[in-house]
């Protein structure tokens, strides 16, 4: 006769590798976005901001409060070069 909280343990364990395997996904999003939260619908005005902002700060999140860009942003254009 089975006991009636037998299938607890397995339903512990694989709610519980779910619970983990959430929560780390959650980490690498935020360590990915550097603590920001994700984006979501990004649209060409946003790729655009997000490669000025790589060309202001070297990251893709990060955004300058300076009224005015670094020397060195004179000439890293956005302009592909074919050679």
Sequence with gaps: MPVPFE???PMGI???LFGVTGGLL????QFQN???PPRY???TWDRQ???RDQRL???????SQE???PAEFAVNSAWKIET
């Design 34 to 36: 550097e603590g920001k």
């Design 26 to 29: 959650a980490a690498s999003k």
């Design 7 to 9: 299938s607890l343990i």
């Design 14 to 16: 694989i709610a519980g």
């Design 57 to 63: 700060t070297g990251t893709m999140r990060g955004q």
């Design 41 to 43: 619908g990004i649209d």
């Design 67 to 69: 009224p005015r860009a």
């Design 49 to 51: 901001m997000m490669e």
